[in-house]
């Protein structure tokens, strides 16, 4: 009897280690390897230029730039704000069935009487920070650059940090953020000072988009670190979450030599081992979950919302340009398209309420502001092509999701999110894990939505970046 359990134990322990090895296998034969992209793609609208070295010396200079628009196309958007709006009632008052018509003819009002005969005031407003542009590999870049200059310099720890945004959003996103960065020295724990450069993507806003296929995030990441190479940063942070989050992992994938710690709000690996990986969380949350973590396992209800919430995804994966015909040109249809995805997007249950509850968490001069962005840059096709070359078979074959890096990444969760990976999903990917958070309140626009505690977030990461990396 005792010979026969015996056995068993020894069986079941070859078999564990056997499949503990053939996991550790499995590692190699998932992994994929870094892929080259070429540092100087021409994306111009122009013929790419034959002689590189005279067009870089040519185009690099960096321009401050406020980028205004004339009195007539503010005129002539208030005037379109005025016309009679034929909108079908929305049979609900609420958000369920989309953007509440109710809500919408609000909305425009205090658009077209409160905000935009204030148009100039918030020009000035979002030109507390500078505003520059140059051009990189045939496309101009917008970006907003923070600069401390600060005679106490001394002792203090001095790092650039790249801050990415996603979509429907933008720049603006950033404003609070921003400000508490520039502040972080005052605090005496925090014995840090960051340059912060705050771009437009590509497409997004004023940074120009282009007429030649390809450019995915794999290549927006290339165009990003072109960006803080130009402006002599060689080695610095990232922050991002949305597409910001997607660009800056590829940026930390492709150079690691020039990034000191890639932090986001949106950490995501889609490999089949990781979706594997989330349904063993599903079945079996106690075994892999963390005090405290309960919440994330991807239970029906989230992948109930995750399909109701992404239809719009799936049609700008596919078609952006019938969404982009629909929406530019239309400054009603577009206020209702991006504010409703700062809606559903921030809570999961504002949809139940009659004003989508977008005055909760933000100031409708805020959001009105992301909207104009849009609406006067004529970026919503630029902007929703970046999902389609996102999902396109050449981006898809680069397999960046299932190339590895070492780069020290910090994952931040908030809890109205899309989407939540667990540890042991994302270390696949990323193997220097070093800071892990889940917060129960907050969703995808954290940065505008809670600044503080993205910011605190964020500091508690540099300094495990500190220890880890020694620096
Ligand atoms: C450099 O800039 C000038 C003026 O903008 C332009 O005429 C010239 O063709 C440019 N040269 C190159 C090599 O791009
Ligand atoms: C909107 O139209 C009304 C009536 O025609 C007019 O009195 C008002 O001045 C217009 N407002 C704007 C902002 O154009």
Redesign the pocket.
Known sequence: MLGLKKLQWTLGIICLIGAMFAYRQMNSVFESEVPTLSLRQWWGEDAEPEDWAAYVKNSSQVVTNRLMFPDSTIDEL??R??RTLRLTESMTPDFRNGFNSQELLKIVDYW??KY?PRWREREVFMWQFNHFTTEIQGLRMHFLHLMIYDENKVGKHHYPVLLLHGWPSSIREFYPLMHKLQQTHLDKNNPYIFDVVVPSIPGFAWSEGTSRKGLGPAQVAVIMRNLMLRLGYKKFFIQGGGFGSVIGSHMATLFPENILGYHSNLCTVFTGRSVMKGILNAIKPNFFFRHGFEEMFPHWEAIKRLIEETGYYHLQATKPDTIGAVLSDNPVGLAAYILEKWSSLTNKYYKDSSNGGLRKRFKLDTLLDNVMIYYLTDSITTSSRLFAEHHSPEQRALHMDSVPTDVPTGCARFKHDLIHFHDNQLKDKYRNLIHSTFYKDGGHFVALEMPKLLHADFIEFVKKVEKFSKL
């Open positions: 208030r005037q704000l005025n077209r009487d935009m």
